[in-house]
């Protein structure tokens, strides 16, 4: 989300009283209970191309005896280079932060090859992989790190690929859903319509929307899809009942098809009904300004924190990280906590993922089920006028 005029006059102390506070939180990692491992939007400023994290083992290094060596897969060149990067970024400034002498993070570049990227990571002898950022490439890898006993915890969001030695950190858009559609039932919601994009995104928003509304004790009275073209959203939008007969519509998509479409509801005589977003919307800060959307609502991490680990990213590289950025963040944080009762060459002790109190990054509550998926606890927000507010917040933690 682009740094604001306010954010940009804040004085030297304000600044740094928030990164002793990220930093005495990055702290708490080592605090058991729902376990504490804490320290929007895409870059805004010019791309650099500073060298990120520790460069890749060369041939003939002595073995590192004293600690843990853990690889990080993600793109560093190629489309999408400057995720990746960011992603490097902040796992350097989790170690910077931890200042721990127990983990070693090595990143290979899965542009150059993802199946090379894995057999390399693992001959160099790391015990865990960090990655990768595609669905396509942990399913890729997922054998060979099977195989050599070498457990993945994944930034993908993509369920299908979780279980079997693979956990993933990534958002679930399904888990959103849910979330949102929960608390519009409580306000007295009923029914629900959806207007869902062809595809994967789609296809797990549609499976969200039918699970939330059917856990909810709601009904879904209809759910047309569209291929993001204006003809194809009116299309969609004109196949809904005209009737009034929903309380309330998912726009399972971006904020700049949201506000296409949400503009289109209101000109159709939707005034009333309640329009509702995914975790998409968390980095677009467009929807703020966009009178059609004022009042709608969706559910998806708290920035909380997230704020603090963003300023101190632009403090030591001088840009705007991307909003994943937490995800490689609170994964070196949570291997560390973990590291503290894990043998150095021993496997990776996977099973303490598992824990049913969960654990506190970054991005909020979070636990791994025996699936391997993450979830996570969720706050609502409500699109104000120039502004995101939070009317539902998280929780904590995880009840026993």
């Known amino acids: 989300m682009a740094e604001t005029g306010v954010e940009r006059q804040a004085g030297i102390w304000s600044a740094s009283r928030k990164l002793m506070r990220l930093a005495a939180l990055t702290g708490a990692l080592m605090i058991a209970g729902c376990q504490s491992i804490i320290p929007k939007g895409p870059p805004t400023g010019p791309e650099t191309t500073q060298p990120t994290g520790p460069a890749p ?32 970024n902040a796992t350097t400034l989790a170690l910077l932060d931890t200042k721990t002498q127990k983990v070693r993070i090595t990143t290979y570049d899965t542009n150059a090859g993802v199946t090379a990227a894995a057999q390399k990571a693992i001959a160099d002898g790391n015990k865990l992989i960090l990655g990768p950022l595609l669905s396509e490439n942990v399913r890729t890898i997922a054998p060979t790190a099977r195989k050599a006993g070498v457990t993945v915890i994944s930034f993908s969001n993509d369920v299908s690929i979780a279980g079997n030695g693979v956990f993933l950190l990534g958002y679930n858009p399904a888990e959103s859903i849910e979330r949102v559609v929960s608390y519009a039932k409580s306000k007295g919601m ?143 944080l949570l291997t560390v906590r973990i590291a503290a ?60």
């Not at 290094?61 to 993600?74: E, F, G, N, S, Y």
């Open 57 to 88: 083992l060369e041939p003939g290094l002595p073995v590192d005896a004293a600690r843990h060596r853990v690889a990080l897969l993600v793109p560093m060149s190629g489309t999408n280079a400057s995720v990746g990067r960011s992603i490097a």
């Open 190 to 332: 009923t029914r629900f319509a959806g207007l869902i994009p062809r595809g994967t995104y789609g296809e797990r928003a549609a499976t969200g929307l039918l699970r939330g509304v059917e856990a909810a004790g709601g009904t879904v009275v209809s759910m047309q899809t569209f291929d993001r073209s204006t003809g194809s959203i009116t299309a969609a939008i004109k196949k809904l009942p005209q009737d009034g007969s929903y309380d309330a519509v998912l726009i399972a998509d971006s904020g700049r098809v949201a506000i296409q479409a949400a503009t289109l509801l209101r000109s159709n005589g939707e005034d009333k009904t309640r329009i509702l977003g995914t975790e998409l919307w968390n980095t677009e800060s467009s929807l703020a300004g966009a009178p059609a959307l004022r009042g709608a609502w969706f559910a998806s991490v708290s920035d909380t924190y997230y704020h603090q680990l963003a300023a101190k990213y632009r403090a030591r590289y001088g840009e705007a990280p991307f909003r994943l950025a937490a995800l490689g963040y609170d994964a070196v």
């Open 341 to 400: 009762d894990w043998k150095v060459g021993s496997p990776f002790p996977a099973r303490k993922l598992v824990d049913p109190g969960g654990f506190t990054g970054i991005d909020g509550a979070f636990r791994f089920g025996k699936d391997g998926i993450a979830e996570r606890a969720l706050e609502v927000q409500q699109v104000s006028a120039g502004t995101f507010s939070v009317i539902d917040a998280a929780p904590k933690g995880f009840g026993k």
